[in-house]
């Protein structure tokens, strides 16, 4: 058979080439982050949402549930803030961040927001730790000082939770880490949803069963938008998704789903009769919503550290550029 007729592959000299990465290392360097960052994630969620359940519970004269929530977000926040802070090194770097505004950077707007918040939902959350001041304090200066500032600062907190719930999703999607980059359009809907649950799940647990009914609601609806945000989230991030299901990531994240799912059926089906289920199922739900950013957390360091989650994305929308 003449060379003319010969099939192509048995010209084939060499095999097709099959990437690893450029002397085993990885392309994208995984973030120099600890645990103390999901743990700041989750516990500002918590804040921010239990800040507008409070709000809500103060226009409605449900006293036991504002004051589980103003708690709730006092020790959220400031339990945040020292993660954070550890996870920085030095309590001056924080402060280094405020030395510039820049809106473009999630970064940025994130440290003024919480620097905004901050302030309003600790003196919310001291304010009701009045009645447990000597009475010398309770009824001077101090005390009626703590009286009248709860519910401007519990207002103003609340118009700033949306943003302390939220813009941490946009923090790591604006990063290069492919499963948090390729989680952009659905993340910001998945934190916000694991924020409401866990502040609803909060106020499941503080609260009295006649007060709970916001916090319930909360937490179904809440639970409800996080299940169906993460569904369409790992239907849309193609490759980038498979550390979302595999090794530790894969763990926390089955762990949310089943935590949440148990959470928001108990709530809905019994937490208005039972104190005993009301606690489960708030208990469920805020442990389902620290499951949710410890595993997009480790999904994200897992996808930076394999080469294959950067590269093949980026081949796959050349040759859809070039074939166009």
């Given at each position: 058979m003449s060379p003319r007729g010969r099939r192509r592959d048995e010209f084939q000299m060499v095999p097709d080439a099959h990437f690893t990465?450029?002397?085993?290392r990885p392309v994208v360097k995984a973030a120099p982050w600890t645990?103390?960052?999901?743990?700041?994630?989750?516990?500002?969620?918590?804040?921010?949402?239990?800040?507008?359940?409070?709000?809500?519970?103060?226009?409605?004269?449900?006293d036991s549930l504002r004051r589980t929530s103003r708690l709730g977000a006092l020790v959220g926040i400031s339990l945040s803030m020292a993660a954070l802070v550890h996870d920085l090194g030095k309590p001056a770097r924080f402060a280094n961040m405020l030395r510039v505004a820049k809106p473009t950077s999630p970064m940025s707007v994130g440290t003024w927001v919480l620097t905004a918040y901050g302030p309003m939902a600790g003196l919310a959350g001291v304010a009701e730790l009045r009645p447990f001041l000597p009475r010398s304090l309770r009824d001077g200066a101090v005390g009626r000082l703590l009286g009248a500032a709860g519910t401007p600062a519990g207002a103003l907190a609340a118009l700033a939770a949306p943003a302390v719930a939220s813009y941490t999703a946009v923090l790591l999607s604006?990063?290069?880490?492919?499963s948090w980059h390729e989680a952009h359009r659905e993340l910001p809907f998945v934190f916000v949803g694991s924020a409401a649950a866990a502040a609803g799940g909060l106020g499941l647990l503080g609260?009295?069963?006649?007060?709970?009914?916001?916090?319930?609601?909360?937490?179904?609806?809440g639970a409800l938008l996080e299940l169906a945000a993460e569904h369409r989230m790992e239907q849309s991030m193609g490759l980038a998704a498979e550390p979302l299901r595999a090794g530790t990531p894969g763990r926390f994240m089955r762990a949310s789903k089943a935590l949440t799912a148990f959470g928001a059926v108990t709530a809905a089906v019994l937490g208005g009769r039972s104190r005993v289920a009301a606690g489960l199922a708030g208990a469920a739900l805020m442990a389902g919503s620290a499951?949710?950013?410890?595993?997009?957390?480790?999904?994200?360091?897992?996808?930076?550290?394999?080469?294959?989650?950067?590269?093949v994305p980026q081949r796959e929308r050349l040759n859809a550029r070039l074939g166009s």
């Open positions: 990465s450029y002397y085993g645990a103390d960052i999901p743990a700041y994630l989750f516990l500002g969620g918590l804040a921010g949402g239990s800040s507008l359940l409070a709000a809500g519970a103060q226009a409605t004269g449900r604006d990063t290069a880490t492919p609260a009295s069963l006649h007060d709970a009914g916001p916090a319930r609601r909360l937490a179904v609806g499951c949710t950013r410890f595993g997009v957390f480790e999904a994200g360091q897992e996808s930076a550290r394999d080469p294959k989650y950067t590269v």
